[in-house]
């Protein structure tokens, strides 16, 4: 069974950063993309970044320029997947998730980020 542990949310003043971890443990068989999703109080699950395994990275359009995503591969890193999160917005508030293999694979738990003053 895979488990994804989110870490690195919190409450951050607009334009500020915040840098969110995710490990993968458990069995994994393959990963063929490792990403992050967000969800807004009211609103519908939202993609936001992922990489594949080539290490290509993709963002959606609201945070392209802002976030930056990164995996780790060394070999006691576990998987463990990184989103840098720079220019916040209050916009930007949301529950974030880390996925393996898109909407059909693995969630975690979920992490809060609120960015307000």
Known sequence: QVQLVESGGGLVQPGGSLRLSCTASGTIFSIYTMGWYRQAPGKQR????HVNG??????????????????????????????QMNSLKPEDTAVYYCNINGPAGNWG?????TVSS
Request: aromatic letters at 10%; charged letters at 20%; hydrophobic letters at 30%.
């Open 46 to 49: 939202e993609w936001v970044a």
């Open 54 to 83: 080539g290490g290509t990275t993709n963002y959606g359009d609201s945070v392209k320029g802002r976030f930056t995503i990164s995996r780790d591969n060394a070999k006691n890193a576990k998987n463990t997947l990184y989103l």
């Open 109 to 113: 738990q979920g992490t809060q980020v």
